[in-house]
């Protein structure tokens, strides 16, 4: 039986003033997420809280946080590292930006005042707001430059990229191959584990593959298989919530040993049993049938 917590996929939404925050934010709720103009960045991680507890019925959140926030801002890193450490919640940063001209025309038409101009110097305003971002936009997952795009041209685009966010699936596939087939084509990570003490020098175990109890036993006993699966596996957990937040659909892991029975049966039977409850996973040997 699955129990994987809900996944909620979090859009921080930063940058200028005045380089389309407000056009962002109302496409995403055109798009089902719920969102929350000008929230203290300090409050990121209670709000995070309030979402997960919502049972599954808010999955996709939007946040604006901005200079708006005042000296709430500076603590963003810290709400940020606090929200990572709680799991189940995927966000991305998406920061927004135009040159300079574009701001300052955007603030006279719209006769607004920019929240860090002193005395009604916008340049000056925008300069300073650069500096004080300069940090979160390194941060930032997206970085959309608003300068040449009109207010529907960004609404489209956020559109495009942001509708399905929540029907993204990473489908992993781990096949076992052997070295001297050839290397699978197909895969995106390979792993070698040919150091691994090899039970084809066993007679009894030598008609057998990876997936047979006495095999995959002799594999597991050793303290470097277990060494290296405490590393892949530390490796494989980080990079597969990555993957899924960079829109990639499809993984191959590849782990190869001489011939493909043994070993890399057993190892690639191990991995798809640690990630099988997160992921939609299959397992393949492509080789454990060939001599």
């Not at 659909?249 to 690639?268: E, P, Y």
Request: hydrophobic share 40%; charged share 25%; glycine share 8%.
């Amino acid at each position: 039986m699955n129990t994987m917590q809900t996944e909620i996929n979090l859009l921080i939404i930063t940058g200028l003033s005045g380089a389309g925050k407000s056009v962002t934010i109302d496409a995403l709720e055109d798009i089902g997420f719920f969102c929350v103009d000008n929230l203290p960045p300090a409050l990121i991680p209670k709000f995070g809280d309030l979402i997960l507890q919502s049972q599954g019925k808010v999955t996709k959140v939007g946040l604006v946080c901005d200079m708006r926030g005042g000296d709430f801002f500076n603590t963003v890193f810290d709400a940020l590292q606090e929200l990572e450490q709680k799991g189940h919640v995927n966000y991305q940063i998406v920061f927004l930006e135009a040159d300079d001209s574009t701001i300052v025309r955007r603030f006279k038409e719209t006769r607004r005042r920019h929240p860090m101009a002193k005395d009604g110097r916008v340049v000056e305003g925008i300069h300073e707001e650069r500096r004080m971002l300069d940090d979160i936009r390194g941060k930032a997952d997206l970085i959309i430059n608003t300068t040449n795009l009109k207010a529907s041209a960004l609404r489209q685009q956020i559109v495009e990229r942001f509708s399905h966010i929540d029907q993204q699936h990473l489908k992993v596939d781990i096949m076992s191959f052997g070295f001297k087939h050839g290397v699978p084509i197909e895969a995106d990570m390979i792993f070698d584990v040919r150091f691994l003490p090899n039970p084809h020098y066993v007679d009894h175990l030598r008609p057998k593959t990876g997936r047979d109890a006495e095999v995959y036993e002799y594999v597991m006993k050793w303290p470097i298989t277990t060494a290296f699966l405490s590393k892949l596996t530390d490796m494989v957990d980080f990079l597969l919530p990555q993957f899924r937040k960079e829109g990639k659909q499809q993984l191959v892991i590849g782990i190869g040993c001489t011939g493909g029975k043994h070993r890399s049966v057993a190892l690639a039977e191990y991995l798809h049993e640690h990630i099988k409850d997160r992921e939609w996973t299959t397992v393949v040997h492509r080789d454990s049938e060939k001599s």
